[in-house]
């Protein structure tokens, strides 16, 4: 088992922990198995999310806070809503490695969340499975090969939309800003209309 030691640095916080727990798999040279992450914690939590949304954080508490508020009316409810935030999430997870590898989407990294910082946190790591031999390295699973080359293309596309809509909102401005300059040039032609 490792243990991790993480400062946390606000009230809410999510970490991504994602590298480190690589960096475990990659020292304890695990083949095909488990990884167990662990968090002894009684206001933190351990999941799964998307890693290519930059607000990603400030949403998550946005919705998490409006279903569980930290406040009841003016009554502050202590650290108990943020236990039951934790356990809501779980403060355990288990993630498949294959072939060395995690078994994760492209967008997924793995969050340490913290619901009542600051202060200095931990969380345990442990694995079961085989491991890898001497002169074996990991390798990327077929599977996942083939998960990350959808994921590209589906990137593409949506890039692909984005550009779209960035030339329609870029017409869409020039035809407004055209629409402006003429009704400015009617209302001179009203003003000087009017004075003669």
């Not at 409810?77 to 943020?82: F, I, L, P, R, S």
Request: charged share 35%.
């Amino acid at each position: 088992m490792k243990t991790t030691h993480i400062e946390i640095t606000s009230n809410e916080q999510l970490i991504d922990i994602t590298q480190s727990v690589r960096d475990y798999i990659s020292k304890i040279r695990l083949k095909d198995g488990f990884v167990h992450i662990q968090i002894p914690e009684r206001t933190s939590a351990v999941t799964l999310s998307v890693n290519d949304n930059w607000r990603l954080e400030k949403e998550f508490f946005n919705k998490i806070n409006h279903l569980l508020p930290k406040y009841d009316g003016m009554k502050f409810t202590g650290w108990t809503t943020a236990n039951v935030k934790a356990s809501i999430f779980g403060m355990t997870i288990q993630i498949m490695v294959q072939d060395g590898t995690l078994i994760l989407d492209k967008n997924q990294s793995i969050y340490f969340v913290e619901f009542q910082g600051p202060g200095e946190r931990q969380y345990f790591m442990s694995s079961m499975g085989t491991t890898l031999s001497e002169n074996e390295e990991p390798e990327m699973p077929n599977d996942l090969k083939i998960l990350y080359k959808t994921r590209e293309k589906f990137e593409a596309e949506q890039e692909k939309i984005k550009e779209e809509m960035r030339i329609e909102w870029k017409l869409c401005e020039e035809k407004r800003l055209l629409l402006e300059k003429e009704k400015e040039k009617e209302i001179e032609i009203e003003i000087e209309q009017s004075e003669e």
